[in-house]
């Protein structure tokens, strides 16, 4: 499985961005789909993920602000970010799942500041 992701940037407090990532190779196998995020000196984290069947997690610090969502046909998982603040920079990595691997993308830079 490979992924490939887009989106990020340079924006202000409260602002929005959309990060998009696409998995192709074997992406029939994967089960769950999402996003951590790894800020300098800190441990990477779980953002939000997604199941198959449309179950979600967030972590609870972009609950309310934070939206995944999934294509299963096209094996595409979105992540909307609303109200951004300076605490949500980072990189961000977009992740798949299948019952006995994890697979990464290259992550993509997420800053908020004014």
């Known amino acids: 499985v490979q992924l490939q992701a887009s989106g990020g940037g340079l924006v202000q407090p409260g602002g929005s961005l959309r990060l998009s990532c696409a998995a192709s190779?074997?992406?029939?196998?994967?089960?769950?789909m999402g996003w951590y995020r790894q800020a300098p000196g800190k441990q990477r984290e779980l953002v939000a993920r997604i199941a198959t069947g449309g179950s979600t997690n967030y972590v609870s610090s972009v609950k309310g602000r934070f939206t995944i969502s999934r294509d299963n046909a096209k094996n595409t998982v979105r992540l909307q970010m609303n109200n951004l603040k300076p605490e949500d920079t980072a990189v961000y990595y977009c992740?798949?799942?299948?019952?006995?691997?994890?697979?990464w993308g290259q992550g993509t830079q997420v800053t908020v500041s004014s």
């Open positions: 190779g074997s992406s029939s196998s994967i089960r769950v």
């Open positions: 992740n798949a799942g299948t019952y006995s691997l994890d697979y």
